[in-house]
């Protein structure tokens, strides 16, 4: 799939809905994930209710509390000198922002990383069974925020209307429900890989250590390179896309990640070329059109933190030969484990 192509069907909301088909499909019996799976002015309304509480002071506080654990969690193991980087580490950031934005205790941290391991599990029954816990989990503060609502993202959900209509309760869950898993895999998978990238290529990690402030000016040419989403759309007419007809009815696995790695977009796209002029932002990582990533913002905060936090404690850290990295497919490229070494 070029750049051009995933573009045009993320551009085109007309065409390529987000209600219908998903690939892989949703488990049967699971609500719709909220906003991501509606169209149109629904799906306006439910949007509207996120961005607030992913900008500025709710921005600037969730990601002071992530660095403030992910300087804890690196001075936690560093004199063991090993790690697995996306169950000691990377996961547990996004569960501290989410927390944050919901303005709950980093004391449920432990609980919610436990069910994010079981998501990604290949048994279905495994699955559905950590997508209800989580459910329940998201239900029971809803429950407690209608009761005594503050001016977190739960509280905001649950008293939002759309439509004209208050939200329903199965809504105003399946939405606090999509911020937690938007923001959880995307964030430690793209961690992962980068980190990965950063412990066999010396000078480009040498770079970042000696020019520190790179990090924050070129993480938008890390970003480029490393995507990780997959959305999908469904066609509601037939058309043709590059030479390849579409039915109407017809599910379309929009593979992001291949934007950034198009050699007829990108000269040389695997390299992170820090000297790259044309980088800007003009990448699909986050996707675009209406649905383009309401977190975009945060991730990008958090993968700045993680380099910068990680790169001053564990500058010289390389792979595990005999233990290799373990990535998981689907509507999110996950790096389910990536054990680290270094000298102490
Ligand atoms: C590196 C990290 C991330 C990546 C690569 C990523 C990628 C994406 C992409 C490609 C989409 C568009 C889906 C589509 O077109 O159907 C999306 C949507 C979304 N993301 Fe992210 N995301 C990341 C982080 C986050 C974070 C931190 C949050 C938490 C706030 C989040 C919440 C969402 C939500 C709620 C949507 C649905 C938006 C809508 O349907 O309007 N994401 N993300």
Redesign the pocket.
Known sequence: MRAHVIERV?SDAQTFI?GGAWVPPNIEGMAPFI??QSDGEL?RGY?SF?MPH?VGKPLKGAIERARGLAVGLIEGFRDKGTCDFTTDFAQHL?IE?FLSLVDLPSSDRPYLASLAEVVRMPSLEDRMDAFNKLHEYVARYVDERTANPGEDLISTIVNGTIMGRPMTRDEIVGECT??LI??LD??AS?MGFIAAHLAVNTPLRQRLIEEPRLIERKIDEIIRRF???A?ARQAVADVEIDGVEVKKGDPVFVA?MLHGLDDQRWTDPLVIDLDRSASGTDFR???SG???????A??RSEIILFLEEWLKRIPDYSLIPDQPMVVGSGSVTGVLSLPLQWKV
């Open positions: 993320l987000n906003p991501i799906h949007r996120i992913v996004p922002v999509q911020v938007g923001g995307t964030v793209m995507g990780v989403a959305p992001t990582t986050f996707g209406p649905h383009r990533c309401p977190g975009a945060l991730a």
